[in-house]
């Protein structure tokens, strides 16, 4: 192991479970909110199930809104609700606020474009045999569109990473703010080289097990 590594092991794991903390719960929030979100688009489109011009209207608004958001911005401007919801804007705590938010907002409209990819006469045939509006949804949509949500789930999270890296802003620490900090900051080009290079396996080994689940359960 390079001189350098050991000499920052301790803080180097510190980042890298912080950003595995952000992620993480950014991934919890992108699938218990994110998917139903994501699912309710869909079925209030015009023509779907449970049609409702207002309701996809507001909900493809508010998705819209905050994907539209440059990050950063996003992470200042809710400063005040991640202030109120935990207690303090400081933090990794703090940062999985906007995390949340972003990645129900990204993952959301994957969601609806995968579901839009289902054949319609598939839903058809789900209503001929008298299915109905839950069960079309977790019998039928979720199960000729799996591939497709796991390889939308897989692109999410290779954002969060990139999300996570902006955290250090308020506090949120992770491999990001570590590599500004002590790479960037002090000098330290070959320790801020190191944690790109982590990165990027991480990022490469996640796409790997992604597109391996994904082609794996596709079964068309």
Same mark, same amino acid.
């Given at each position: 192991?390079?001189?350098?590594?050991? &000499?920052?092991?301790?803080?180097?794991?510190?980042?890298?479970?912080?950003?595995?903390? !952000?992620?993480?719960?950014?991934?919890?929030?992108?699938?218990?909110?994110?998917?139903? *979100?994501?699912?309710?688009?869909?079925?209030?489109?015009?023509?779907?199930?449970?049609? /409702? &011009?207002?309701?996809? /209207?507001? @909900?493809?608004?508010?998705?819209? %809104?905050?994907?539209?958001?440059?990050?950063? @911005?996003?992470?200042? +401007?809710?400063?005040?609700? =991640? &202030?109120?919801?935990?207690?303090?804007?400081?933090?990794?705590?703090?940062? %999985? *606020?906007?995390? /949340?938010?972003?990645?129900?907002?990204?993952?959301?409209?994957?969601? $609806?474009? /995968?579901?839009?990819?289902?054949?319609?006469?598939?839903?058809?045939?789900?209503?001929? !045999?008298?299915?109905?509006?839950?069960? *079309?949804?977790?019998?039928? @949509?979720?199960? $000729?569109?799996?591939?497709?949500? *796991?390889?939308?789930? =897989?692109?999410?999270?290779?954002?969060?990473?990139?999300?996570?890296?902006? !955290?250090?802003?308020?506090?949120?620490?992770?491999?990001?703010?570590?590599?500004?900090?002590?790479?960037?900051?002090? +000098?330290? %080009?070959? @320790?801020?080289?190191? !944690?790109?290079?982590?990165?990027?396996?991480?990022?490469?080994?996640?796409?790997?097990?992604? =597109? %391996?689940?994904?082609?794996?359960?596709?079964?068309?």
């Amino acid at each position: 192991m390079p001189e350098v590594l050991q &000499r920052y092991e301790a803080e180097i794991w510190q980042a890298i479970g912080e950003t595995f903390a !952000m992620v993480g719960m950014s991934i919890l929030a992108a699938v218990i909110v994110g998917l139903p *979100v994501g699912t309710l688009l869909f079925l209030c489109r015009k023509g779907n199930l449970l049609e /409702s &011009r207002a309701v996809f /209207s507001i @909900l493809n608004l508010l998705v819209n %809104t905050i994907r539209s958001f440059p990050f950063l @911005l996003l992470v200042v +401007f809710l400063i005040p609700f =991640t &202030r109120f919801i935990i207690g303090t804007a400081i933090g990794t705590a703090a940062a %999985t *606020v906007p995390l /949340s938010i972003i990645a129900i907002a990204h993952y959301s409209r994957l969601v $609806e474009q /995968s579901l839009l990819d289902v054949p319609r006469g598939v839903i058809e045939a789900a209503k001929a !045999m008298g299915a109905s509006v839950v069960e *079309v949804v977790f019998k039928f @949509l979720f199960v $000729e569109a799996r591939s497709g949500l *796991v390889l939308g789930l =897989t692109t999410s999270i290779i954002s969060f990473i990139s999300y996570s890296t902006i !955290m250090g802003v308020v506090g949120g620490g992770g491999i990001g703010d570590f590599a500004i900090r002590y790479g960037y900051q002090q +000098f330290m %080009t070959d @320790l801020m080289i190191y !944690m790109i290079i982590i990165m990027v396996i991480l990022v490469q080994c996640i796409q790997f097990i992604g =597109t %391996t689940v994904a082609r794996v359960i596709d079964k068309r």
